[in-house]
């Protein structure tokens, strides 16, 4: 099993960035995805969720990031996806995408079987 992030770099405050997760080794559909994020002596905190497939597509979002960040996925290519745009100094942490075979959303880290190695994003002021 798999979790690969990419897409992290350097922008400045207002611009934009997509991270994107290749997943592996496990039945992508069959899964809800997520992204969360860290900063150090911080907890890892939830940023967006999508539902695993079969039937309606649902997604959310912290509210620090609504309106602001997109997440998609693309079953096709079992890669999830997480369009950051309007972004803040504050959005600076490293990114991890997450996968759970929960139907419903879930905030915490611990319901996540599957992790991805994380992609920095700084933000800079």
């Known amino acids: 099993v798999q979790l690969q992030a990419s897409g992290g770099g350097l922008v400045q405050t207002g611009g934009s960035l997509r991270l994107s997760c290749a997943a592996s080794?496990?039945?992508?559909?069959?899964?809800?995805m997520a992204w969360f994020r860290q900063v150090p002596g911080k907890e890892r905190e939830f940023v967006a969720f999508i539902s695993r497939s079969g039937g309606s597509t649902y997604t959310y979002y912290a509210d620090s990031v609504k309106g602001r960040f997109t997440i998609s996925r693309d079953n096709a290519k079992n890669t999830v996806y997480l369009q950051m745009n309007s972004l803040k100094p504050e959005d600076t942490a490293v990114y991890y995408c997450a996968g759970s075979r929960a139907y419903n959303i879930a905030y915490s880290p611990n319901s996540y079987d599957y992790w991805g190695q994380g992609t920095l994003v700084t933000v800079s002021s």
């Open positions: 080794g496990f039945t992508f559909s069959n899964y809800a």
